[in-house]
């Protein structure tokens, strides 16, 4: 896997969008800092992060994250957590299994390294087979068989 020269972190991709101020940026951000690992293999100047909240501290409070990778679909997560706490990290964890799961959809299957290795075959030629077959050994007979 070839390196991101300007890997994506939440820190840089990171924008607060209704609801948040950006004073609630950083703290965001701490929360999010688990995604960074899954944000690495992309590059910083085409990812996107975006959260938002519709009716904050309300009851029905709504939390989005949406993603936003050059090459991908969109991704949009949301929650519906009472605790805002415990909705940011609903929607960081969501996103990064989501992540996860578009990323193995777009691997190949079989590992290619297996593919890489040429499988022994074998050395017999099918209609050989027969004539390999090695003969009872007489000593091993029974009496019956004999």
């Not at 950083?26 to 293999?41: C, G, H, K, P, Y």
């Not at 501290?57 to 605790?83: F, H, M, N, P, Y």
């Not at 909705?87 to 079989?110: G, I, M």
Request: aromatic share 4%; net charge negative.
């Amino acid at each position: 896997m070839s390196a991101v020269a300007n890997p994506a972190t939440v820190a840089e991709c990171l924008r607060v969008g209704a609801g948040f101020s950006q004073g609630d940026r950083n703290w965001i951000a701490e929360q999010f800092v688990t995604l960074d690992a899954r944000l690495a293999s992309f590059h910083a100047d085409a990812t996107e992060l975006e959260v938002s909240v519709k009716d904050r501290e309300v009851r029905g409070q709504k939390v989005t994250l949406e993603c936003w990778i050059a090459g991908r679909q969109k991704i949009v997560t949301t929650s519906a957590e009472e605790d805002l706490h415990a909705a940011l990290n609903d929607v960081r964890d969501d996103l990064r299994r989501r992540l996860n799961d578009a990323k193995t959809r777009q691997e190949p299957r079989h590992n290619k390294h297996l593919r890489d290795i040429p499988q022994p075959q074998s050395e017999l030629n099918p209609a050989d087979d027969e004539e390999q077959i090695p003969a009872a050994d007489p000593s091993r007979a029974d009496a019956e068989t004999v």
